[in-house]
């Protein structure tokens, strides 16, 4: 049986440098990297991090925004940051994020309470940045 439900499969997300990008995200958020040693060969034109086995975030190095062109007016807004993306954890994961950040001294706001989101109110949220000033929210539901 196929399950033809829409998902949500990749963000792209413009990035300075790449390297950096994934190293920041797989110690300070806990992701893993996809295709960053091929990208460092210059096999591959950006690495990715695994959100889940579903998704991924693509760094893409902000250099290749004038080559947008797969889109009358693309390149004319590449680069331009989304508002946020949001990453749903389960709570033990959501603490281990936050400590995470700590650790790596990454400035998070204050916890919010019964944000709405995909599921509802989220149980805690709190915002940060990834060093390219990407904002992302991390919540959990449970």
Same mark, same amino acid.
């Given at each position: ?8 499969? =990749?963000? /792209? ?7 950096? *990008?994934? @190293? +920041? ?5 806990? &992701? ?47 680069? =331009?940051? /989304? ?7 389960? *709570?033990? @994961? +959501? ?5 995470? &950040? ?41």
């Amino acid at each position: 049986m196929t399950d033809h439900t829409t998902r949500l499969d =990749h963000v /792209v997300l413009w990035v300075r440098d790449p390297i950096a *990008a994934a @190293g +920041f995200y797989e110690k300070a958020v806990g &992701l893993e990297p996809v295709r960053l040693t091929e990208f460092s060969l210059g096999e591959v034109p950006f690495p990715s991090v695994r959100v889940n086995e579903e998704t991924i975030l693509d760094l893409m190095p902000l250099a290749m925004a004038e080559r947008m062109t797969m889109l009358p007016g693309a390149a004319e807004s590449s680069g =331009h940051p /989304v508002n946020h993306i949001c990453l749903s954890l389960p *709570a033990d @994961g +959501f603490d281990t994020l936050r400590s995470r &950040l700590a650790e790596q001294s990454v400035p998070v706001t204050d916890l919010s309470h019964d944000s709405f989101g995909a599921r509802g109110p989220a149980r805690r949220s709190f915002y940060f940045r990834d060093p390219d000033g990407n904002v992302l929210e991390a919540r959990h539901y449970d």
